[in-house]
């Protein structure tokens, strides 16, 4: 059984920092691309950043880029994502994703997605 699970949501100051961890089981981690995407209320689902089976290829959304590291420990079946300056427009419900295609090089769309885990909280307030 496959278990997806996030941890490390929080309430942050604008320009605060925080970092995001995802534990995988079930399966062979290093054989698949993960991702992050989030969601605010009222609003799609949307792509935040993915990285390769190796952790070598990234990928961010323009929101992001330059803000958010995206990385993975495969031998402890872990996926993280440090956000640093947060900004009130980054509140929303983060997932850690999962694509088993063994196709897939970067994962960016959310139909693409096999596993989720049940979101972490963050929230941008002053």
């Known amino acids: 059984q496959v278990q997806v699970v996030e941890s490390g949501g929080g309430l942050v100051q604008p320009g605060g920092s925080l970092r995001l961890s995802c534990t995988v089981s079930?399966?062979?981690?290093?054989?698949?691309?993960m991702a992050w995407f989030r969601q605010a209320p009222g609003s799609e689902r949307e792509f935040v950043a993915s990285v390769s089976r190796s952790g070598i290829t990234t990928d961010y959304s323009d929101s992001v880029k330059g803000r958010f590291t995206i990385s993975r420990e495969n031998g402890m079946k872990q996926l993280f994502l440090r956000m640093n300056a947060l900004q009130p427009e980054d509140t929303a419900l983060y997932y850690c994703a999962l694509d088993t295609n063994p196709q897939t090089m970067i994962l960016r769309t959310p139909h693409e997605v096999d596993y989720w885990g049940q979101g972490t909280q963050v929230t941008v307030s002053s």
């Open positions: 079930g399966l062979t981690f290093s054989n698949y691309v």
